[in-house]
């Protein structure tokens, strides 16, 4: 009989995107759906998420726009009350390092009665390369409301590794991986390393949430200004400033410094 798909929820992201590549190259069985997808996945519309978790035997799950998102929750428990009824038999969510409503959904998906594996995420280093960060670092200055507080950013190739090693081997059910960089960097000292690779100056702002609010609004909305600002307000206040070992334990190997993912990144950043 042919092994059940792997359900890539979020296939487009900077996350599903990786894992749906490296499934695939492994000759598993994939399904990815996202918003662009047909049948298409969209967490606002729950009459969609039946067809795509049909006959899939794992699913990783990565929520839009945020797991801080006031809705999370209430999506998080009725996908893995549809995940159980249709068969899932491994449940995988990407979670977020020190947030309240992160964990809300880490405690939904360990009661779901399903055998699951919780990535909990530090910030991810391609939000400078992929991400809103992209445009700020290209035109030389990043602002983020971070003060000087350590981050110990965490590259998504590792990620991606940890995530398919979850889905498709042993050992991994009912983990909770804190997955982190191998050191902790303040934004200052991020754009500092960005300035050398990209062969330019790439400086760093400390702005108010107040300032960082009002810069985003007019670019991605008032409603995800909101959500991204008052995300800053709660992680950026020391919580995140240790190591996890999430990427050892899951992989038996150390995580990608900073440095690395710069000098793989540096030809994004270059004139």
Not at 20 to 31: F, K, P
Not at 111 to 136: C, V
Not at 236 to 262: H, I, K, Q, Y
Request: hydrophobic share 40%; with cysteine.
């Amino acid at each position: 009989m042919a092994a059940k798909p792997i359900l890539v929820i979020g296939a487009t992201g900077k996350t599903g995107r990786r894992v749906l590549t490296r499934l695939t190259g492994l000759g598993h069985a994939v399904r990815g759906v996202s918003r662009q997808t047909e049948p298409p996945f969209v967490w606002e519309r729950r009459e969609t998420w039946p067809e795509a978790l049909r006959g899939a035997g794992a699913v990783y799950v990565s929520y839009s726009p945020d797991l801080a998102a006031p809705s999370a929750p209430g999506d998080i428990e009725a996908l893995v009350s549809l995940a159980a009824d249709a068969g899932v038999e491994r449940l995988v969510l990407l979670s977020g390092r020190g947030e309240h409503n992160a964990i809300r959904c880490e405690e939904i998906v360990r009661g779901s009665g399903l055998p699951y594996t919780l990535l909990r995420a530090s910030w991810f280093a391609q939000n400078f390369t992929e991400g809103a960060l992209l445009g700020p670092v290209l035109e030389g200055l990043v602002a983020m409301p971070a003060g000087e507080v350590a981050e110990p950013f965490l590259d998504l190739e590792d990620l991606a590794d940890v995530a398919v090693a979850a889905l498709t081997g042993d050992g991994h059910e009912g983990r909770l991986y804190e997955l982190t960089g191998p050191e902790l960097l303040t934004f200052r000292e991020a754009a500092a390393r960005i300035s050398k690779a990209a062969g330019r100056e790439v400086g760093y702002d400390a702005v108010t949430p107040e300032q960082f609010h009002a810069a985003l609004s007019p670019l991605a909305g008032p409603e995800y200004a909101d959500l991204l600002t008052e995300l800053c307000r709660e992680v950026f206040d020391g919580r995140n400033a240790s190591l996890g070992d999430g990427v050892r334990e899951a992989l038996g190997r150390e995580p990608r410094d900073f440095t690395a993912f710069c000098e793989t990144a540096s030809e994004v950043w270059r004139p």
